[in-house]
Nanobody, 122 residues
């Protein structure tokens, strides 16, 4: 019903930048929230940044001042601009969206993208 397609990952040197994109498509009535998670080998998955339908934004402390999340509602797309990247940012980044597929849905459901690899070399 709903698909999330991520792009923008890659290999970058420390101090560099990347911009991740995630486009939602399929049966979408409205989007409650969209965000980015990441998981590094041997570590727990963590929320990196989230933006709600009301425009509220939150970041994990470790990326504040370096990452910026934004959205394009007309395109059902969320972006993550990552600047001043550090080796510890290396992880698979996943897009997650809480979506009402139809007007009859009582609760939004979570959808996940396939993930995109971000590798920051030192």
């Amino acid at each position: 019903q709903v698909q999330l397609v991520e792009s923008g990952g890659g290999l970058v040197q420390a101090g560099g930048s990347l911009r991740l994109s995630c486009a939602a498509s399929g049966s979408i009535f409205s989007i409650k929230a969209m965000g980015w998670y990441r998981q590094a080998p041997g570590k727990q998955r963590e929320l990196v940044a989230v933006i709600t339908s009301g425009g509220s934004i939150n970041y994990v402390d470790s990326v504040k001042g370096r990452f910026t999340i934004s959205r394009d509602n007309a395109k059902n797309t969320v972006y993550l601009q990552m600047n001043s990247l550090k080796p510890e940012d290396t992880a698979v980044y996943y897009c997650k969206s809480d979506i009402f597929s139809t007007r009859y849905d009582r609760r939004a459901r979570d959808y996940w993208g396939q993930g995109t690899q971000v590798t920051v070399s030192s």
